[in-house]
């Protein structure tokens, strides 16, 4: 929560952009303080840092990192269902290219070889990384070329690619689940510099996009061509190339976050990795307070705190003792209260309250 | 009458359908001549027999998407009615009963998505996904593991068989056959069919779709009650999700969280290829029944081609999805023209529209949507081909390898004698059939049916080996077979372990499915000490 000061008006903290994500965020927490003992407790071991909180921020990665890509996409007015998809084909690409004998139609010889050496990779690992985030883009932009070029409707075009992509997956692994024995490779999702390795990865990138999108015109181009590509086309803006890098963009943190969730589990299952995962980073970004359909303003940062809130929920409910297939029946709540929560009859209420409580205090 | 002869007249409007209709006419011709075994007429029946609850579905979706919306809440809420009517009817509840409250919750279900869709305004998208979550959510809540059906009701409404008159002889009860389900989910399709084109709830809905939701402001306009039919269509997918939920716990016999997962993509992807545009306000619910046979077809072709995995259906899927959303888009972007031409009364804009319907074919989308078909068939047939040459080092006997039924006896025979069994089995080009029992002496004997080879391994080895596997958690009292039904492609690494002491413990693995933990560090261990077959005598 922001420290409110008497002379910051309090109407206009609510209608920051921000007011939403953290003040659910906030909420989680308090609700972990209240009834979930010892949730912020942190542990030094072995020089990592452990603790519930730390765990939150760790399993968040995948979410918040397709959040970050999927904020542009929503930005421009789009939306990207294929993220899933796109992380399993990512994931795939990856443990093939460290293990490609595994699905070789002679398994007996070789296999002795590969098992449980944590050296053993096909490819050097950088290649390998570098090949399966190409995969990704690749898909990212044949998405963004269906929705700038093709004209087809967003949701529409990536559908195609949310039901291709797990078959292609599939195909690409051969349905069968590769287990990674590389050590360099699984440190992208387990391992530790103090903090989990994987959230350096996250901060990186919404830097990179931050700066990206908010340092260079990029951003302002993806908010304009959100609002109106119509307008946006008139005033010289290539709203096709822009589509296209959203599009591309989000592709590359799909890979991003299926290498780190192939990763973290260590083993390439093109039927989980990133099931579901769309709708988690649509949510993420929804309740970031990026308006979903219209398009327009963005905001990273509310993305970010989004896919915390998400995860946070998780850990908590998992910390209380509910069963982890029940959880999503608590997404759908929550689901529910950002809805109402950023629906324009709720607001206007919280508006006019607001606006009271400030007068007051401007008063006194 | 008169409607129907001025829809006709409107041919354009009719091409998506006919696309959809030649489409599967074609594609099954071609199976037919491909595969002998398409000849039958029942593998015709079998298209609706394996898909009543999707034809179900679609037609809830369908007119959701006529609309201008979109239900993604489908699977969630057929899994939710699997479950919810397992558990009543294993607390011994009257069936009838038990599916007249499935129906009304998906009725319920339906008018809260609805009215938190028209009244809060919230995308359909988002609401809908709300719903599934919530649904998927209350299945587990209601019970973690799967629950059996036993209800006779429900054991004859899936093993009637009704007979087709014509082509089955009725005293022998042999012949070509559908299902109770495959009967119920046409009449809902006729249902659906009559409230789309004969009611004012019907034109209600293609008057909201399509145009990016401005139709829904001009049909506001026109003064057509437009809130209570977007509340009511979300209310008919509900129900008819509900049914489809019964109509699936039927087919599968059971209830579980997981049934029907991502069946809403198979669903919207049924509705695009029936010529459903997905923007709303066209297409007919008669082509999402021919949408439903061609991802059954495609499905079927894939099976009986025997070379290909299963996952080629959801490309090719994906492929045709693309090919008719560019039909779609062609059309649209014709009337615009045609429309615009109209208003300005030009000879400019009729010339392009006049020249844009002679040739269709060759917008970009149409070209792109073909160039993908004819590369994913392209490339299907590349795949079939290297499937087909038999593999290196392999026995050579090519695609007609069918997986091994587990010798059991034979296993048994050893284990009797004090071996433990280590079993490993493939299917597709691999085809291995190995039998290895393992004594404690160190004597090793591996049998792959035609050919026997002996080894000798120290005791020690045989010791460190079994323990640890035995470490792994590998020796288990259940008798596993997670082997799937034929299929060419998908390898079937099967191995199996038994250890000395415990009477039938048998360990086994499908390779392409459900590897459990630790899998391939068992099969290395065990590759690494079993003796291996020269070439055989084939």
Known sequence: ?364 | METLSLRLANKRKFLPVGATVTLFALAFLAGTLLFPAMRDGQSFFNLFITTPFLLILVVGEGLVIISGGIDLSVSGLVALTTVASAALLRDGWDPWVVIGLMLAMGLVFGAVIGLFITYLKVQPFIATLAGMWLARGLCYIISDSEIRIYNPLYKLLAGTRILIPGLADPTTKKGDYVTILVVVALVVLAVGMYIAHYTRFGRTIYAMGGNNGQNEQSARLMGLRVNRAKVQVYMLSGFCSALAGIAYSIYVGSGHGTHATGMELTTIAAVVIGGMALTGGEGYLLGGLFGVLITALIQSLIQYNGQLSSWWTSIVIGALMLVFIGVQGVLATLNARQLTARRLGGAGGGSTAAGLRRRPWRDRRVLVGAAVVVAVLVSMQVVGARNAAPGPGNSGTGPACAIKPFRQDHAAELMKAGAVIAYERNGGSGCVDELSAIYADGRIVADNGTQTVEKKASPADVQALLGSINDLGWFTDNMYSTSETQCGQCFTYYTAVSYAGQVKTVKAVDGGTAVPANYWLVTAKLSAILPTFGPGPQ
């Open chain 1, 1 to 364: 929560m922001k420290t409110l000061r008497p002379s910051i008006n309090l109407g206009r903290v609510v209608e920051s952009r921000l007011f939403v994500p953290v003040l659910a965020l906030s909420v989680i927490l308090l609700f972990d303080l209240v009834f979930v003992r010892g949730f912020f407790n942190l542990e030094m071991k072995d020089g990592h840092l452990y603790g519930s909180l730390i765990d939150i921020l760790r399993n968040s990665a995948p979410t918040v990192v397709l959040a970050i890509g999927m904020t542009l996409v929503i930005a421009t007015g789009g939306v990207d269902l294929s993220v899933g998809a796109i992380m399993a084909i990512a994931g795939s690409v990856a443990c093939i290219l460290i293990d490609p004998r595994i699905v070789g139609l002679n398994l007996q010889g070789n296999i002795t070889a590969v098992v449980g050496d944590p050296t053993y990779s096909f490819a050097p690992i950088p290649v390998v990384i570098l090949l399966s985030l190409l995969a990704a883009v690749a898909c990212g932009l044949w998405n963004g070329l269906l929705v700038s070029f093709g004209r087809i409707q967003p949701m529409v075009a990536t559908l195609i690619l949310m039901i291709a992509g797990r078959g292609i997956a599939q195909l690409i692994t051969n349905s069968i689940k590769i287990i990674i024995f590389n050590d360099s490779f699984a440190y992208i999702g387990n391992g530790f510099i103090v903090l989990p390795f994987s959230l350096f990865i996250v901060v990186a990138l919404f830097v990179g996009a931050w700066l990206l999108t908010r340092r260079t015109a990029i951003g302002l181009f993806v908010e304009s061509v959100g609002i109106s590509f119509r307008a946006s086309l008139y005033s010289g803006i290539n709203e096709k190339m822009i589509k296209l890098f959203a599009y591309a963009f989000c592709g590359f943190c799909a890979g991003v976050a299926g290498l780190i969730s192939v990763s973290s589990i260590r083993t390439s299952d093109a039927n989980q990795i990133g099931l579901y995962t769309e709708l988690d980073a649509i949510l993420a970004v929804v309740i970031g307070g990026t308006l979903l359909g219209t398009g327009g303003r963005f905001s990273l940062l509310g993305s970010v705190i989004g896919g915390l809130v998400i995860q946070a929920t998780q850990t908590s409910m998992y910390a209380i003792g509910v069963a982890a297939s029940a959880i999503t029946a608590v997404k759908a709540v929550m689901v529910i209260s950002v809805i109402l929560l950023y629906s324009q009859q709720v607001q206007d209420l919280v508006r006019k309250g607001a606006g009271r409580l400030g007068r007051k205090q401007a008063a006194a």
